[in-house]
């Protein structure tokens, strides 16, 4: 059965750089390998269960799995813009600081990381006496990603 928008899919996958280095997996063996064992060592590595249009994937991905059906193996090499976008494409957002203290729970200081209710994470690049910059820009942004999909069920 062909993926379409809607189907639950279970996929193996492992992203790299343009360089060749492995930034995301869901394989171990890959994760030791690339080091993120150890920069992400509560992380259960194993396959991911997606629904296909739902948005929990990046739309190069998503697009790319589409036709796709269970056993196939792909590489999808996917642009910035169908991935997290361009670096510096306006992703910084100002926050009155009495606000941004309030949703927080401390004063704000120059690189600390936060995280959204969203889930989107940011850094402080800016605090003064009356409001809080954070720029929301994705680490991967600016990036071409490659990923070596294997799909592995089609529901």
């Given at each position: 059965?062909a ?7 279970t996929?193996e996958y ?5 360089d ?7 394989k ?7 080091g993120?064992l150890e920069?992400?060592p509560?992380?259960?590595?194993g396959?991911l269960?997606?629904?296909v249009?739902a ?15 269970a ?11 169908e991935?997290y ?10 926050f009155?600081r ?5 949703m ?6 120059e ?9 989107a ?14 720029d ?12 070596e999909i ?6």
């Amino acid at each position: 059965m062909a993926i379409t928008a809607g189907d639950t899919v279970t996929i193996e996958y492992t992203g790299r750089l343009d360089d060749g280095s492995v930034f995301d997996t869901t394989k171990e063996s890959v994760a030791e390998e690339a080091g993120l064992l150890e920069e992400q060592p509560d992380r259960e590595f194993g396959p991911l269960t997606v629904e296909v249009g739902a948005g929990n994937l990046i739309e190069g991905m998503e697009d790319g799995l589409l036709g796709l059906e269970a056993g196939d193996t792909e590489t999808l090499t996917i642009p910035p813009e169908e991935a997290y976008g361009e670096a510096g494409d306006g992703q910084s957002r100002e926050f009155d600081r009495e606000q941004f203290e309030g949703m927080v729970g401390q004063e704000p200081v120059e690189g600390m990381e936060v995280r959204t209710q969203g889930g989107a994470s940011g850094s402080v690049v800016d605090a003064d006496a009356d409001t809080v910059t954070v720029d929301f820009t994705h680490p991967l942004a600016g990036e071409t990603l490659t990923f070596e999909i294997e799909v592995v069920d089609v529901e």
